[in-house]
């Protein structure tokens, strides 16, 4: 079975780009969650979706923003990049909310120059 | 708010036991994870822990946890050099919702 997918693995962006970043769950997995790591620290809660709505948030700016879609797939869209903003993305599944294991994709590496 | 703190190093020689330490300030926790991270890679759940539980092994794995102190620590028996990487200790208090991590502990293992 595959695991969490995402796209893409990496990509490099400029000061003031958008940037967008795609996760498909494990197949059965209905929520979504997403979350920054910048090099050296741990990751950091950015969003979390089940059944296509926004159950969770983390703190970060009205630039971050995402959805899930009807096959339960998700986007992360970042707005008006900043140099702060290079990190690991990484997306991680669950069957449910609250409920079960959190299981991480490979991640995808933006680089904003 | 929430805190996870973790050792930042460690090093052991292959074949001894390693003990990576973690402790969270957030009583309310009732979910604890250990996720491991190789070079470049996303994360691995390697275990997981209800609060309510005092120990979970699971084969080279033994979480120990005391509630009390809020603390988690990982044993890995006969530790191999396939195991160096980094660990992350993470809590939720509404199982994976949402998760928060410590800065990880690096593992080094000496042939």
């Known amino acids: 079975d595959a695991g969490v997918t995402q796209s893409p693995t990496h990509l490099i962006k400029t000061r003031g780009q958008h940037v967008t970043l795609r996760c498909s769950p494990i197949?059965?997995?209905?929520?979504v969650s997403w979350y920054q790591q910048v090099l050296g620290q741990g990751p950091q809660f950015i969003f979390q979706y089940y059944e296509k709505e926004e159950r969770g948030r983390g703190n970060f700016p009205d630039r971050f923003s995402a959805r899930q879609f009807p096959n339960y797939s998700s986007e992360l869209n970042v707005n008006a990049l900043l140099l702060g903003d290079s990190a690991l993305y990484l997306c991680a599944s669950s069957w449910k909310q609250g409920v079960g294991e959190l299981f991480f994709g490979e991640g995808s590496r933006l680089t904003v120059l | 708010g929430e805190d996870v703190e973790q050792s930042l190093f460690l090093s052991v020689r292959e074949g001894d036991s390693s003990v990576i330490n973690c402790t969270y300030t957030d009583s309310s926790s009732t979910y604890l994870y250990w996720y491991k991270q190789e070079p470049g890679a996303g994360l691995q759940l390697l275990t997981y822990?209800?609060?309510?539980?005092d120990m979970k092994q699971d084969q080279r794995l033994t979480v120990l946890l005391n509630k009390k102190d809020k603390h988690l620590s990982l044993r890995i028996a006969d530790t191999q050099t396939g195991d160096s990487a980094i660990y992350f200790c993470?809590?939720?208090?509404?199982?994976?919702?949402?998760?928060?991590f410590g800065k990880g502990t690096r593992l080094s293992v000496i042939a």
């Open positions: 822990i209800f609060s309510n539980m």
């Open positions: 993470a809590e939720s208090t509404e199982g994976n919702t949402p998760l928060v």
């Open positions: 197949s059965g997995h209905k929520s």
